[in-house]
């Protein structure tokens, strides 16, 4: 049985119906937004969807897989590793596989690479691939299943049609895909889940990114693909596939190749696309829950944030701006400033975890912060490379026990640019002080000085992390002008970019020796006021706290797959 919570309201504004979801899923001081209001167990969403009568191919886990140290991730990339069943295998065990099992009192869940809200991941993973030994002979569209780490064929291509889609792309090519299922989210958060789902996504493209680079590939979104494209060519628009299984809604593609990716406007045609979405497909969605809830809010804003046919030039323009992109607005990379830390990329990458509490204790030096916010500069490095427009959103930062560094507000300006835009949207009384020792190419500012711990846990529904860490950081967006700029389907990207950002928050405060932990509970309006925001030009759309962590000994780990799927490193 499926339950409806309200109508749809849409009437052919896109733009008023995501401006409208966003002040409708708000958090206030004096009310959430709007949700079940408690946990319907009997109901919560299986965390792996199946294409049951899919032929299934199992992938091989190599023990111990060479690759690359993670600092060396952000430099010039070392020669890429040919595009095979093993390196696909990686590609996935470094970005969408499981990581860990966690057992408590006889029950048991699975941790993931890709970091998700509550552990409840919503993304789902497609790779569409050329012809491979040991995968397919024939070029294919394939679901990933992380509990099996193995690939689904939903459809096998026909060389004609691989070619029509991917002919002028280099050798050994092949796109990475993801959808959401909004309902594993709304199972717990309600009307507020497609913000979620939206972090989440990013997350995990981040994830994709940076297991690409540990192979010396690139990858990078295409920015200009229609909703309705994008949905025929993963087959999740297959009305029959799905019956009343819960459906997924496409989010994003990417090109990931060997070697050199083409100009960043491009896209595959829609003739192309056409001749793949009629290939012979098999398999059936798995069902998730008995019963479920349909907030029509979500089922609003994901059509309204949807790209569709008018908005692809547009899209497309801003692609094509190499002297507007993200990838050209920042400094080069800052590695060399630190030095090598030692720590393999495959460990930082599988050990990471999100954290549960904070000590209130731990701190970390002042070069050490700065260093780490380097690497949350857009440039023409990992994982920034994959974003083909500019820096659109920007960090609010309270510090807690950075050695050297005042305790307070501050100001990470991902784009200089935005500098005065800024300036003017926030409280003027702040101070703008550029911190001692802070590197000069590093836009961190100083804005009000003192003890921001209170603040902190209070604006992010008073959960004491944020204020026990080492910082913690709101993301605060440029918004109303880039949706009236951009189009509403702007807003689901502004919430992916922070996801990229806190993928790499969490990686670097592995790396560091700390822990890390996404906040999606947090008080809107109230941290707004926070920083004298009283527009809706910027807008907090996720937090993020990095500090020591405290574990649960009643936890147990167990290991992401059983010791008979291990290989050797041959």
Same mark, same amino acid.
């Given at each position: 049985?499926?339950?409806?919570?309200?109508?749809?309201?849409?009437?052919?504004?896109?733009?008023?119906?995501?401006?409208?979801?966003?002040?409708?899923?708000?958090?206030?001081?004096?009310?959430?937004?709007?949700? @079940?209001?408690?946990?319907? /167990?009997?109901?919560?969403?299986?965390?792996?969807?199946?294409?049951?009568?899919?032929?299934?191919?199992?992938?091989?886990?190599?023990?111990?897989?060479?690759?690359?140290?993670?600092?060396?991730?952000?430099?010039?990339?070392?020669?890429?590793?040919?595009?095979?069943?093993?390196?696909?295998?990686?590609?996935?065990?470094?970005?969408?596989?499981?990581?860990?099992?966690?057992?408590?009192?006889?029950?048991?869940?699975?941790?993931?690479?890709?970091?998700?809200?509550?552990?409840?991941?919503?993304?789902?993973?497609?790779?569409?691939?050329?012809?491979?030994?040991?995968?397919?002979?024939?070029?294919?569209?394939?679901?990933?299943?992380?509990?099996?780490?193995?690939?689904?064929?939903?459809?096998?291509?026909?060389?004609?049609?691989?070619?029509?889609?991917?002919?002028?792309?280099?050798?050994?090519?092949?796109?990475?895909?993801?959808?959401?299922?909004?309902?594993?989210?709304?199972?717990?958060?309600?009307?507020?889940?497609?913000?979620?789902?939206?972090?989440? =996504?990013?997350?995990?493209?981040?994830?994709?990114?940076?297991?690409?680079?540990?192979?010396?590939?690139?990858? *990078?979104?295409?920015?200009?693909?229609?909703?309705?494209?994008?949905?025929?060519?993963?087959?999740?628009?297959?009305?029959?596939?799905?019956?009343?299984?819960?459906?997924?809604?496409?989010?994003?593609?990417?090109?990931?190749?060997?070697?050199?990716?083409?100009?960043?406007?491009?896209?595959?045609?829609?003739?192309?696309?056409?001749?793949?979405?009629?290939?012979?497909?098999?398999?059936?969605?798995?069902?998730?829950?008995?019963?479920?809830?349909?907030?029509?809010?979500?089922?609003?804003?994901?059509?309204?944030?949807?790209?569709?046919?008018?908005?692809?030039?547009?899209?497309?323009?801003?692609?094509?701006?190499?002297?507007?992109?993200?990838?050209?607005?920042?400094?080069?990379?800052?590695?060399?400033?630190?030095?090598? *830390?030692?720590?393999?990329?495959?460990?930082?990458?599988?050990?990471?975890?999100?954290?549960?509490?904070?000590?209130?204790?731990?701190?970390?030096?002042?070069?050490?912060?700065?260093?780490?916010?380097?690497?949350?500069?857009?440039?023409?490095?990992?994982? /920034?490379? @994959? @974003?083909?427009?500019?820096?659109?959103?920007?960090?609010?930062?309270?510090?807690?026990?950075?050695?050297?560094?005042?305790?307070?507000?501050?100001?990470?300006?991902?784009?200089?640019?935005?500098?005065?835009?800024?300036?003017?949207?926030?409280?003027?009384?702040?101070?703008?002080? *550029?911190?001692?020792?802070?590197?000069?190419?590093?836009?961190?500012?100083?804005?009000?000085?003192?003890?921001?711990?209170?603040?902190?846990?209070?604006?992010?529904?008073?959960?004491?992390?944020?204020?026990?860490?080492?910082?913690?950081?709101?993301?605060?967006?440029?918004?109303?002008?880039?949706?009236?700029?951009?189009?509403?389907?702007?807003?689901?990207?502004?919430?992916?970019?922070?996801?990229?950002?806190?993928?790499?928050?969490?990686?670097?405060?592995?790396? =560091?020796?700390?822990?890390?932990?996404?906040?999606?509970?947090?008080?809107?309006?109230?941290?707004?006021?926070?920083?004298?925001?009283?527009?809706?030009?910027?807008?907090?759309?996720?937090?993020?706290?990095?500090?020591?962590?405290?574990?649960?000994?009643?936890?147990?780990?167990?290991?992401?797959?059983?010791?008979?799927?291990?290989?050797?490193?041959?």
């Amino acid at each position: 049985m499926t339950e409806s919570t309200g109508q749809r309201n849409f009437d052919g504004d896109p733009l008023a119906a995501v401006l409208a979801y966003h002040e409708r899923t708000k958090h206030h001081f004096h009310r959430f937004a709007r949700s @079940l209001g408690h946990l319907d /167990w009997a109901n919560q969403p299986d965390p792996f969807r199946r294409y049951e009568g899919a032929p299934f191919v199992r992938l091989a886990i190599r023990e111990g897989e060479p690759l690359p140290r993670y600092d060396d991730l952000f430099v010039p990339r070392a020669a890429p590793v040919p595009v095979d069943s093993r390196s696909v295998s990686s590609f996935l065990y470094h970005s969408l596989a499981l990581s860990a099992w966690k057992s408590f009192q006889g029950a048991s869940w699975a941790l993931r690479v890709n970091p998700s809200s509550g552990n409840l991941h919503p993304t789902e993973g497609y790779l569409i691939l050329p012809p491979i030994a040991e995968i397919g002979e024939r070029a294919g569209v394939y679901h990933y299943a992380p509990r099996e780490h193995g690939l689904e064929r939903r459809a096998e291509v026909e060389g004609a049609a691989w070619t029509a889609l991917a002919g002028d792309l280099p050798p050994g090519a092949f796109f990475a895909a993801l959808a959401s299922i909004h309902w594993r989210e709304a199972w717990k958060y309600g009307e507020r889940a497609y913000r979620y789902c939206q972090h989440d =996504a990013g997350h995990a493209i981040a994830a994709c990114r940076i297991a690409a680079a540990a192979l010396g590939w690139r990858l *990078r979104i295409v920015p200009a693909i229609a909703h309705a494209d994008l949905a025929a060519l993963l087959g999740v628009d297959r009305e029959g596939d799905f019956g009343e299984a819960e459906r997924e809604e496409a989010d994003l593609l990417a090109i990931v190749s060997p070697v050199d990716l083409p100009p960043p406007d491009w896209r595959p045609s829609r003739a192309a696309i056409r001749a793949v979405a009629a290939s012979v497909w098999t398999g059936r969605a798995n069902r998730l829950s008995h019963e479920r809830i349909v907030w029509e809010a979500i089922e609003t804003v994901a059509d309204a944030g949807r790209l569709r046919d008018t908005e692809k030039k547009q899209d497309r323009e801003e692609g094509r701006s190499g002297g507007e992109s993200l990838s050209d607005a920042a400094p080069t990379d800052r590695r060399a400033e630190r030095p090598l *830390r030692g720590r393999s990329a495959s460990e930082i990458i599988r050990t990471r975890r999100s954290a549960v509490s904070m000590d209130g204790r731990t701190s970390m030096e002042a070069n050490d912060f700065f260093f780490l916010l380097g690497r949350l500069l857009p440039c023409r490095s990992v994982p /920034w490379d @994959l @974003l083909p427009w500019r820096a659109r959103v920007h960090l609010g930062l309270f510090v807690h026990r950075v050695r050297g560094l005042d305790p307070g507000l501050y100001w990470l300006l991902r784009d200089p640019g935005e500098e005065g835009n800024v300036r003017a949207a926030l409280n003027p009384e702040f101070s703008w002080e *550029r911190p001692p020792g802070a590197p000069r190419d590093l836009p961190l500012f100083a804005l009000a000085k003192g003890d921001v711990q209170g603040v902190a846990a209070a604006v992010s529904c008073g959960q004491e992390i944020a204020g026990e860490g080492v910082f913690s950081a709101g993301m605060l967006a440029r918004f109303e002008p880039i949706l009236r700029e951009r189009g509403a389907h702007a807003y689901p990207w502004l919430f992916r970019e922070t996801g990229v950002i806190g993928q790499m928050l969490y990686l670097e405060a592995e790396a =560091a020796g700390l822990r890390g932990t996404g906040i999606g509970c947090f008080f809107d309006d109230p941290v707004h006021e926070v920083f004298g925001i009283r527009s809706a030009d910027y807008q907090s759309l996720y937090h993020f706290t990095v500090g020591g962590p405290v574990d649960d000994p009643r936890l147990s780990t167990l290991p992401a797959y059983p010791a008979s799927r291990l290989r050797p490193t041959e």
